[in-house]
C-alpha cells in the first residue's frame, strides 16, 4: 500500500499546490512547441486583469468560456448552407465549428503549435454568425450598415453580449484570431500584413475554416441533389481524392509538409497543385450551390423576415425589451444606438427562433 500511495504521489501535480497543474503545463510548451507557437504564459492578457487559473492555461480557460457560453449553443440552431434542412445529416453553424476545430487541432499538433489556443480561435469564430447563413449577414450589411460583418460580430459577442453585457473577458490573442478567420472569396492568407491574424495558430484555423467547409458543404450538396459526384471538376477529383476524408487528409497533409515554421521565418503554405484544386472546389461551390436556384430561393425568404422583424423591433420597445430578455442579453452602453442593439438581437437568434417570431409577430392568432 505505502509503495502504491508514493507512486501515486508521483505522478500527482497537486503537492505544494494546484498551481503546479498549469506551471507543469506551460513548462511543457516551453520545451515541446515549435519556437513560433503562441505560449500560454506569454499572452498579452486580457482586458479586466484576472488571476492566474489553478489547473487551466490562458488558453484553456478561453476555450471552456466559448463552450459554456449561450452563444456557442445557439450556433446548433443556426444555417450553414441549407435553411431548415429536415434531414439529420446536414450540418449547421455548430457541427461546422466542431469539424474546423478538429482539423486546426489536427494542424495544430502536427507543426507543434498551440492546441489549446487554436481551438478557443476555432470554437469561437463563428458565435457572431446570423440566422440563415451568410445570406443572413448580407441582409444586415444591407438594412443595417454595409461593414456589418460576422468576424467583428463574433469578437463583439465575447466582448460584449454575452452574460448580459460583460463579456467572456478572453485573450488578446483568442480575440485576434476570431476577428481575422474569415477570408470571404479572397486569398486564405491575406495580401496585407494588416490583416493577418498575430499568431501561427490563428493562420491554422484560417486554413481549417476554408478546408472544413469546402468538404461538408460538397458533401450536403451532394446529398441535397443539388449537384451530383460526377459534376465535380475532375483536377479536385484527381489532386485531392474522391471521398471527404481522402479530401481532407490531402488538404492537411499538403499544408503540414509544405510550410516553413522557423524561429526567424513563418510561413504557412499549400502546394501549388493542391491550392489550384482547392480554388477550383471553392469556385465550384460558389457557382454551382451558393448561388444556386434552391439556395437563393430560401435566402429571399430569410431577407423577407430578418428585414420585417428588423424595422418592427426598432418601433416596438415593449416587445423589444420582451425578446431581449428571453434571449438573456442586455446590459447595453447607454450610448449604443437603437439599430445596433436591434442588429445585434438579430444577428444572435437562430433560424428557429426567426421564424418562430415571425410567426407571433405577424401571423394572425385564430380564435379557439
Known amino acids: 500500500m505505502c509503495a502504491a500511495k508514493a507512486a501515486v504521489d508521483r505522478l500527482s501535480p497537486f503537492q505544494g499546490g494546484g498551481g503546479l497543474v498549469r506551471q507543469e503545463r506551460e513548462r511543457w510548451e516551453r520545451e515541446y512547441l515549435s519556437p513560433c507557437a503562441c505560449l500560454s504564459e506569454s499572452s498579452k492578457g486580457r482586458e479586466v486583469y484576472e488571476e492566474p487559473c489553478a489547473f487551466r492555461t490562458e488558453f484553456h480557460k478561453d476555450r471552456d468560456r466559448i463552450v459554456y457560453s449561450n452563444a456557442f449553443r445557439r450556433l446548433k440552431h443556426k444555417t450553414q448552407v441549407f435553411l431548415s434542412p429536415l434531414g439529420d445529416h446536414y450540418r449547421t453553424r455548430l457541427t461546422h465549428t466542431l469539424e474546423v476545430s478538429e482539423i486546426a487541432r489536427t494542424i495544430a499538433r502536427a507543426l507543434r503549435l498551440n492546441e489549446d489556443l487554436t481551438e478557443a480561435i476555432a470554437l469561437g469564430h463563428d458565435l457572431g454568425h446570423t440566422p440563415f447563413g451568410h ?31 460583460k463579456g467572456l473577458n478572453l485573450s488578446f490573442e483568442v480575440r485576434d484570431g476570431i476577428l481575422r478567420h474569415s477570408k470571404g472569396y479572397g486569398a486564405v492568407m491575406p495580401e496585407d500584413s494588416n490583416e493577418m491574424p498575430a499568431t501561427v495558430e ?88 451558393y448561388r444556386s436556384e434552391q439556395v437563393h430561393s430560401e435566402f429571399v425568404k430569410a431577407k423577407k423576415i430578418m428585414s420585417e422583424l428588423y424595422y418592427h423591433l426598432l418601433e416596438h420597445d415593449t416587445l423589444f425589451k420582451k425578446e431581449l430578455a428571453k434571449m438573456e442579453m442586455g446590459g447595453f452602453a447607454p450610448e449604443t444606438p437603437r439599430e445596433r442593439q436591434v442588429c445585434d438581437f438579430i444577428a444572435s437568434i437562430t433560424d428557429r427562433y426567426a421564424l418562430n417570431l415571425y410567426e407571433e409577430t405577424f401571423f394572425p392568432t385564430p380564435l379557439v
Open 202 to 289: 490563428g493562420c491554422a484555423v484560417r486554413f481549417a475554416d476554408i478546408m472544413a467547409y469546402l468538404n461538408h458543404d460538397l458533401d450536403d450538396a451532394i446529398r441535397s441533389r443539388v449537384v451530383s459526384r460526377d459534376q465535380i471538376p475532375k483536377v479536385c477529383v484527381d489532386v485531392l481524392g474522391k471521398s471527404q476524408s481522402e479530401r481532407i487528409r490531402t488538404m492537411i497533409g499538403d499544408l503540414v509538409r509544405s510550410s516553413r515554421l522557423e524561429r526567424d521565418e513563418v510561413h504557412l503554405t499549400l502546394s501549388a497543385d493542391v491550392a489550384a484544386a482547392m480554388a477550383e472546389l471553392r469556385h465550384f461551390l460558389y457557382n454551382k450551390v
Open 135 to 165: 445570406g443572413g449577414e448580407v441582409v444586415l450589411q444591407e438594412i443595417y450598415h454595409k461593414d456589418f460583418s460576422h468576424p467583428e460580430q463574433s469578437v463583439r459577442v465575447v466582448e460584449v453580449l454575452e452574460k448580459h453585457g
